[in-house]
């Protein structure tokens, strides 16, 4: 599931419900005559909510290039 505002709403529901969870993502991108890609495992637990600062949670574009710049 990649849509930010399906995955806002579920997290928000799981976090209101002192429910932990996982979420993982991947990126692969060509740079020139390479591959470069990312994977990303980040927890979500009601004690430490920084799952709003690792993932982007818009519709649209890419939230993988996020962590890098």
């Keep these: 599931m990649d849509k930010g505002s399906i995955k806002k709403e579920l997290f928000n529901n799981f976090l ?3 429910k932990p969870f996982i979420d993982g993502g991947n990126d692969i991108d060509p740079v020139g005559d ?3 890609g990312l994977v990303r495992v980040t ?5 430490k909510n920084h799952i709003y600062d690792r993932i982007t949670l818009t519709d649209g574009k890419k939230g ?4 890098f710049k």
Excluded at 43 to 47: D, L, M, N, W
Excluded at 64 to 67: H, L, M, P, V
């Design 16 to 18: 209101e419900n002192n």
């Design 34 to 36: 390479f591959l470069i």
């Design 43 to 47: 927890t979500g637990i009601p004690q």
């Design 64 to 67: 993988a290039q996020r962590i």
